[in-house]
C-alpha cells in the first residue's frame, strides 16, 4: 500500500493525446519520512506513521496510516512511488460553511411564498409529531454544516511530476487551497 501527505494546490485541466480535457487537481506532495512504526508487541495494533516537514524544517504533520506496509523509519516516500493511472482514494477536511439553515444544509424546498405564508419563506416547517412528544435523534434540521471529514475514492492519477513533487488527480478533491489531503492507493 502506497501512503503520501500532500497539499491542495488547485484545479486545473490537461487536455488528452486524442483532444479530450480532463479536470485535476494539483497536489504539492513533498517527500514524507517514516518515523514510527507500531507493532502488535509493543502498542497493541500495526501502523506507520508519516512525518511531512513543514518551513522550518520540523515535522508539521504527523499522521498514522492503519494498514501498514513493509517500511523503515527513516526511509523517505515521495510521489514516484505513484504512477500515471494509479487508483487511489484522497482524505481531506472540506470547507467549513459555519451555521445554516435547513434549506442550504440538506436542500429543502422552503414553504410557499402565497396562502399566508408570512416571513417564513426559508423556514423548515413543523419538526415533531404528536408522539413520541419530542424531537427525533438525527432529524435534519439548522446547524454547522461543513469541516468535515471527507474521502473521495477511485480517483485516478492523470500526471506524476517527480521533479516539483506534484501530482495531478483527476477529479475534484475535498478542502480549500492548502489543505492537508491523505493519498492513499487502493
Known sequence: MKTLLGKKVGMTQIFHA????????????????????????????????LGRKGKKGKY?????????????????????????????????????????????????????????????????????????????KGKRMPGHMGADRVTVKNLEIMKVDAANNLLAVRGALPGAKGTLLEIRSL
Open 18 to 49: 486524442d483532444g479530450r480535457v480532463f479536470p485535476v487537481t494539483l497536489i504539492e506532495a513533498a517527500p514524507c519520512t517514516v518515523v514510527r512504526i507500531r507493532t502488535k508487541d509493543t502498542d497493541g495494533y500495526e501502523a506507520v506513521q
Open 60 to 136: 508539521q504533520f504527523l499522521r498514522e496510516f492503519k494498514n501498514g506496509f513493509d517500511a523503515e523509519v527513516g526511509q523517505e516516500i515521495s510521489v514516484s512511488a505513484f504512477q500515471e493511472g494509479d487508483k487511489v482514494k484522497i482524505s481531506g477536511i472540506s470547507k467549513g460553511k459555519g451555521f445554516q439553515g435547513a434549506v442550504k444544509r440538506h436542500g429543502f424546498s422552503g414553504r410557499n411564498a402565497t396562502h399566508g405564508v408570512k416571513h417564513e419563506h426559508r423556514t423548515l416547517g413543523s419538526v415533531g409529531g404528536r408522539f413520541p412528544q419530542r424531537v427525533v
